[in-house]
């Protein structure tokens, strides 16, 4: 009963405070908005092909030059423009300079075809690129062909019109978009951020003196860290739920539909954060100087965690480093369950999460056993 009278009086007194609200809800809600505008096109799956812009200059061969038209013909459906260049320093020029969102530059001499990338637009350029390597593999076999066995050209029909690539995605489960992915890993972020409640909710009874006064009430000290631990888990709790509504309904955020797993999981982070607040709070006497490690750690780990760009299209070294970050074993659990239906990483997010926090609960305890507030 005392536990849960503390834990009440916890809550309270963070919903009271108009700087935990503003920080614990707000902030994420601003940057989840600002961030899922920003990098709406770097997470944009559907590519269209259009105003794709190719340059290229003919000197190919009479055969060369009838099969490269037709394939001009079949990738101006598809909407890839081409354009003439009478020279070949123009045309280099202007894939340097990107003029005119130019993709490359295609340079046909006799039977040789040369491919000028830009590769400023990876996407594009590799449309092309696997296009025009589509054609050349055609035109290489019917070359072949007319050297080896003249009389198979009569079957080829060497003017047909083809459709020379076919795209679709190797990926058929669903792609988070800029703001389902920020939705969730900015809600992770300012959990980790919820550790600040942790300490100052130690730090507030030291110096209200209200620590000592607890204690004289009969309440045993490690009902005193329970309700704190319980109260302010609540809290952080109740302040997600409100982001969780908002990138849910006015972001329209996709959260899957396991949203009891994925609740779990940011359960157990909550509770890591808090008992590393509380535990902080009674290691360091000054809210100050905890809080300064709170933000010095939390950007590192929310780095390495993919907080601010997914780590899965990173280089091997920084993907193994990013293991040692808590929070990216949590996105990682909570990305792949919504867009996945993937429990792989649910069982090491929470386990990993809980035994961080028993160790703080653990090592905090031992604090208060020691002396009071």
Same mark, same amino acid.
């Given at each position: 009963?005392?536990?849960?009278? %503390?834990?009440?009086?916890?809550? @309270?007194?963070? *919903?009271?405070?108009?700087?935990?609200?503003?920080?614990?809800?707000?902030?994420?809600?601003?940057?989840?908005?600002?961030?899922?505008?920003?990098?709406?096109?770097?997470?944009?799956?559907?590519?269209?092909?259009?105003?794709?812009? =190719?340059?290229?200059?003919?000197?190919?061969? @009479?055969?060369?030059?009838?099969?490269?038209?037709?394939?001009?013909?079949?990738?101006?459906?598809?909407?890839?423009?081409?354009?003439? =260049?009478?020279?070949?320093?123009?045309?280099?020029?202007?894939?340097?300079?990107?003029?005119?969102?130019?993709?490359?530059? %295609?340079?046909?001499?006799?039977?040789?075809?040369?491919?000028? @990338?830009?590769?400023?637009? *990876?996407?594009?350029?590799?449309?092309?690129?696997?296009?025009?390597? !589509?054609? $050349?593999?055609?035109?290489?076999? =019917?070359? $072949?062909?007319?050297?080896?066995?003249?009389?198979?050209? +009569?079957?080829?029909? $060497?003017?047909?019109?083809?459709?020379?690539? #076919?795209?679709?995605?190797? &990926?058929?489960?669903?792609?988070?978009?800029?703001?389902?992915?920020?939705?969730?890993?900015?809600?992770?972020?300012?959990?980790?951020?919820?550790?600040?409640?942790?300490?100052?909710?130690?730090? +507030?009874?030291?110096?209200? &003196?209200?620590?000592?006064?607890?204690?004289?009430?009969?309440?045993?000290?490690?009902?005193?860290?329970?309700?704190?631990?319980?109260?302010?888990?609540? +809290?952080?709790?109740?302040?997600?739920?409100?982001?969780?509504?908002?990138?849910?309904?006015?972001?329209?955020?996709?959260?899957?539909?396991?949203?009891? !797993?994925?609740?779990?999981?940011?359960?157990? #982070?909550?509770?890591?954060?808090?008992?590393?607040?509380?535990?902080?709070?009674?290691?360091? @006497?000054?809210?100050?100087?905890?809080?300064?490690?709170?933000?010095? %750690?939390?950007?590192?780990?929310?780095?390495?965690?993919?907080?601010?760009?997914?780590?899965?299209?990173?280089?091997?070294?920084?993907? &193994?480093?990013?293991?040692?970050?808590?929070?990216?074993?949590?996105?990682?659990?909570?990305? &792949?369950?919504?867009?996945?239906?993937?429990?792989?990483?649910?069982?090491?997010?929470?386990?990993?999460?809980?035994?961080?926090? *028993?160790?703080?609960?653990?090592?905090?305890?031992?604090?208060?056993?020691?002396?009071?507030?």
């Amino acid at each position: 009963m005392r536990v849960l009278k %503390i834990a009440s009086r916890e809550i @309270k007194e963070n *919903f009271r405070s108009k700087k935990a609200m503003v920080f614990m809800v707000l902030f994420p809600i601003v940057l989840m908005t600002i961030l899922g505008f920003a990098f709406s096109n770097t997470f944009n799956s559907d590519h269209k092909i259009s105003n794709i812009s =190719v340059e290229y200059t003919d000197n190919g061969s @009479k055969e060369l030059s009838k099969g490269f038209n037709n394939f001009v013909d079949s990738c101006e459906k598809l909407g890839i423009r081409f354009h003439e =260049v009478k020279e070949i320093a123009s045309g280099i020029n202007d894939v340097r300079n990107v003029k005119y969102n130019c993709a490359g530059y %295609i340079v046909l001499r006799g039977n040789n075809i040369v491919f000028y @990338k830009n590769d400023r637009d *990876f996407v594009d350029t590799n449309i092309v690129e696997t296009i025009l390597k !589509t054609f $050349v593999d055609r035109f290489n076999v =019917v070359a $072949v062909l007319a050297k080896e066995n003249p009389q198979s050209l +009569s079957k080829i029909n $060497v003017s047909d019109n083809y459709d020379f690539t #076919e795209i679709v995605s190797l &990926n058929s489960e669903r792609q988070p978009s800029s703001y389902d992915y920020y939705s969730i890993t900015m809600l992770t972020l300012i959990i980790l951020y919820g550790s600040i409640s942790g300490i100052y909710s130690i730090n +507030s009874e030291r110096v209200r &003196n209200t620590g000592n006064r607890m204690l004289t009430t009969l309440a045993k000290k490690h009902e005193i860290l329970l309700g704190k631990i319980l109260g302010s888990s609540l +809290s952080v709790f109740l302040q997600s739920i409100l982001v969780f509504l908002y990138s849910r309904f006015i972001l329209k955020a996709y959260w899957g539909n396991d949203i009891y !797993t994925i609740t779990l999981i940011i359960i157990s #982070e909550i509770i890591f954060s808090i008992s590393l607040g509380i535990c902080l709070g009674f290691l360091f @006497k000054n809210s100050g100087v905890a809080s300064g490690i709170v933000n010095a %750690i939390i950007p590192f780990i929310a780095f390495l965690g993919g907080s601010y760009f997914s780590v899965d299209a990173a280089e091997a070294l920084f993907k &193994n480093l990013s293991n040692i970050s808590p929070i990216k074993w949590t996105n990682s659990a909570i990305l &792949n369950v919504a867009f996945a239906n993937n429990y792989n990483d649910v069982l090491a997010a929470i386990v990993i999460n809980l035994a961080c926090a *028993f160790v703080f609960v653990f090592l905090a305890a031992y604090l208060f056993r020691k002396e009071a507030f």
